[in-house]
């Protein structure tokens, strides 16, 4: 089996940034992270965390809760920015940049909790979406049927598989069905990257089924990074994995590297599954 890296030593910033400097990008890099920390006053929440995510590459961060994971990803969108380190989105440094700023180049993220209008309809959630990140959203034209902001609203609503519902109200959907729309309206925009956290939290095991086949058929160009704390879906749906554990990585490896290794399985599963 291929070595997996230990718990990476603490290395002074200084030596980080010189390390980031002289390390020549890959041009295969959809995202990479060069000790990134975020720090909440004396508390270290994510503590210089490196890694590399290649472009189309589908990639999973586990950890258990207080791990660091969801604050990585506040992190990356800009949400609560870096207070050490560096992040690169397809060779551009991005680490000071407004979250809206990231979003424009092609950067979407999913959350924990739903942010929906749930007193519009799907479609509708949908072209908001698709309008929001495209040229002209501040226009007070109606886009008429044919317009590429319509046609893509379709082209989504037929990807999530939520076209049969698309007249429906999203707060009468199912949680599955609205977290299947949370995705689709990521999708707006053609981007490059997208952040998933936790997209199988609270779903019955059918739509643990439906969400697999959902990230499985994502385009093969498209790279995404999973947060989730069921290993069984994210373990089939990613070709990479990192391990968190206290805001530090505790391990890089492929999903069958990571579902055999012994202190993974100690700390986070009790024992094999």
Aim: hydrophobic letters at 45%; glycine letters at 8%; proline letters at 4%.
């Amino acid at each position: 089996m291929a070595s997996i890296s230990n718990l990476q030593p603490r290395h002074a910033p200084a030596r980080i940034a010189q390390a980031a400097a002289n390390k020549p990008l890959m041009s295969g890099d959809a995202l990479v992270l060069e000790g990134v920390t975020r720090a909440f006053g004396a508390l270290r929440a994510v503590d210089e965390v490196s890694l590399n995510v290649a472009a189309g590459q589908k990639y999973a961060v586990l950890g258990s809760n207080g791990a660091g994971k969801t604050t990585l990803f506040n992190a990356i969108t800009g949400d609560f920015p870096p207070t050490a380190g560096r992040i690169l989105f397809f060779g551009e440094d991005i680490t000071t940049l407004q979250p809206y700023e990231r979003i424009r180049k092609g950067l979407r993220r999913t959350y924990q909790s739903s942010l929906l209008f749930k007193e519009l309809s799907v479609r509708d959630n949908l072209f908001l979406a698709v309008r929001g990140v495209g040229n002209g959203r501040f226009s007070f034209w109606r886009a008429g049927a044919t317009h590429a902001s319509q046609v893509a609203t379709d082209d989504i609503l037929q990807r999530v598989r939520l076209d049969h519902l698309k007249h429906e109200l999203v707060g009468n959907l199912a949680h599955g069905q609205q977290r299947q729309l949370e995705i689709g309206m990521a999708l707006a925009g053609a981007p490059r990257l997208i952040l998933f956290d936790e997209p199988a939290a609270g779903l019955s095991p059918v739509e643990r089924r439906e969400l697999v086949a959902l990230l499985r058929g994502l385009p093969a160009h498209m790279s995404f990074v999973l947060i989730e704390h069921d290993l069984d879906i994210a373990l089939r749906v990613v070709e990479r994995v990192t391990v968190m554990h206290n805001g530090r990585v505790l391990r890089h490896g492929t999903p069958d590297e990571i579902e055999n290794d012994a202190q993974v399985q100690a700390i986070y599963m009790g024992s094999k599954h």
